[in-house]
């Protein structure tokens, strides 16, 4: 059974024993802010692969390379100029970049899926003290089995993986709530490979360039974590929703007027003030919510496609998809 450490009130003890995981190849569980991440030593093959044992993943996925600062990231992928605007202006954030890989830097072809990018970004908070102290870049999915939603708080990562993992730092409650926003920086062109933390309009306010988007054939490739169906809530959803069918659960935005919401069987507001950063922050725990609800269906009211708007749309779409 998972040991959880209080990481906010007792880092000292927290810190000891993710170290201690760490080097013995295992994975640790890390909260970021956007959500809690199953961590390993992104250097050994062994730490790597058991990312994927605890997950269920079914196939080598690139992962996330998470580091402690620039200077760090540096030695293990290549910056332009460009790169390393966004780097500056977002970092420590929700931004991962996906950049060229540095030749001999030491990151495992495990944890790129043997391509010649890695996707790098740096976390923060704990996350990024945790890297620091370890020193070696850490290799981090989201911390839920393959195919569920994303965790954004200790508690949910200690029900589906507590008799998988070790160790479990918490923090409380992620602060952005959905995972990082991931470009790629090809030449003097930044592609979107997934919506997430950061809006795509502030990237391109930093950059002064457009992102391109769209890149969806590309992204499918580059990107094999985006299957449709991630995300997936037992329970099915109906998006884009203006009334409640008999059996459903209800997720609101910012208040609106929902017909028959009386009658959901489970009834949550991701923002009463229609804030999208505090939506994309309740996201997952309401959709857990909501699931954990009973009802056949979750109906979700219409949420403004600017900003995070984006990013929640995104997740809320692959949950809706049909599971495979
Ligand atoms: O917020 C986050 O990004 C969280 C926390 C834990 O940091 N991590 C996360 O990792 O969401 P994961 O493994 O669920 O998503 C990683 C995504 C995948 O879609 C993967 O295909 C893509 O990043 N990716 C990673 N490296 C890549 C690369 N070199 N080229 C293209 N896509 C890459
Ligand atoms: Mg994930």
Same mark, same amino acid.
């Given at each position: 059974?998972a040991?959880?450490?209080? #990481?906010?009130?007792n880092?000292?003890?927290?810190? $000891?024993?993710a170290?201690?995981?760490?080097? &013995?190849?295992?994975?640790?569980v890390?909260?970021?802010?956007?959500?809690?991440?199953?961590a390993? +030593?992104a250097t050994?093959? %062994?730490?790597?692969?058991?990312i994927?044992e605890?997950?269920?993943?079914?196939?080598?996925?690139?992962?996330?390379?998470?580091? =402690?600062? /620039?200077?760090?990231a540096?030695?293990?992928?290549?910056?332009?100029?460009?790169a390393e605007?966004?780097?500056?202006a977002f970092?420590?954030?929700?931004?991962? &970049?996906? !950049?060229?890989?540095?030749?001999g *830097?030491?990151?495992?072809?495990?944890?790129?899926?043997g391509?010649?990018?890695?996707?790098v970004?740096?976390?923060? $908070? !704990?996350? *990024?003290? &945790?890297?620091?102290?370890?020193?070696?870049?850490?290799?981090?999915?989201?911390?839920?089995?393959s *195919?569920?939603?994303?965790?954004?708080?200790a508690?949910?990562? =200690?029900?589906?993986l $507590?008799?998988?993992?070790e160790?479990?730092?918490?923090? @409380?409650?992620?602060?952005?709530?959905?995972?990082?926003?991931?470009?790629?920086?090809? @030449? +003097?062109?930044?592609?979107?490979?997934?919506? *997430?933390g950061?809006a795509?309009?502030?990237?391109?306010?930093?950059?002064?360039?457009?992102?391109?988007?769209?890149?969806?054939?590309a992204a499918?490739?580059?990107?094999?974590? /985006?299957? #449709?169906?991630?995300?997936?809530?037992?329970?099915?959803m109906?998006?884009?929703?203006?009334?409640?069918?008999?059996g459903?659960?209800?997720?609101?935005?910012?208040?609106?007027p929902?017909?028959?919401a009386?009658i959901?069987?489970?009834?949550?507001?991701?923002?009463?003030?229609?804030?999208?950063? %505090?939506?994309?922050?309740? !996201?997952?725990? /309401?959709?857990?919510?909501?699931d954990?609800?009973?009802?056949?269906?979750?109906?979700? #009211?219409p949420?403004?496609?600017?900003?995070?708007?984006?990013?929640?749309?995104?997740?809320?779409t692959?949950?809706a998809?049909?599971?495979?």
């Amino acid at each position: 059974m998972a040991e959880i450490f209080d #990481a906010s009130r007792n880092w000292d003890n927290a810190l $000891g024993a993710a170290l201690a995981t760490l080097k &013995l190849a295992k994975p640790v569980v890390v909260p970021t802010e956007t959500v809690y991440g199953l961590a390993a +030593d992104a250097t050994n093959p %062994e730490a790597i692969t058991s990312i994927y044992e605890v997950k269920g993943r079914p196939r080598f996925n690139p992962l996330i390379c998470h580091m =402690a600062d /620039m200077a760090m990231a540096k030695h293990y992928a290549a910056f332009s100029p460009l790169a390393e605007k966004l780097a500056k202006a977002f970092w420590p954030g929700p931004l991962t &970049l996906v !950049l060229p890989l540095t030749p001999g *830097g030491g990151i495992h072809e495990l944890a790129t899926a043997g391509l010649s990018t890695v996707g790098v970004r740096v976390p923060r $908070g !704990l996350a *990024g003290d &945790l890297i620091r102290a370890f020193g070696k870049p850490l290799a981090a999915p989201s911390a839920n089995t393959s *195919g569920k939603i994303s965790p954004t708080t200790a508690q949910h990562v =200690a029900e589906d993986l $507590g008799d998988k993992v070790e160790v479990i730092l918490d923090a @409380g409650a992620c602060g952005v709530g959905l995972e990082s926003t991931i470009i790629k920086v090809d @030449g +003097d062109r930044l592609i979107l490979l997934r919506p *997430g933390g950061v809006a795509v309009e502030e990237i391109e306010a930093a950059a002064g360039q457009t992102v391109e988007r769209g890149a969806s054939h590309a992204a499918a490739i580059e990107a094999p974590g /985006m299957l #449709a169906s991630h995300y997936a809530p037992g329970a099915a959803m109906r998006l884009g929703a203006k009334q409640v069918r008999d059996g459903e659960a209800l997720i609101n935005f910012g208040a609106q007027p929902i017909e028959d919401a009386n009658i959901a069987l489970a009834n949550f507001d991701l923002s009463p003030r229609g804030d999208l950063h %505090e939506a994309a922050a309740n !996201l997952f725990s /309401m959709m857990k919510r909501a699931d954990a609800s009973g009802a056949a269906t979750i109906a979700v #009211a219409p949420i403004p496609m600017a900003g995070l708007g984006e990013a929640i749309n995104d997740r809320l779409t692959r949950a809706a998809a049909p599971k495979t």
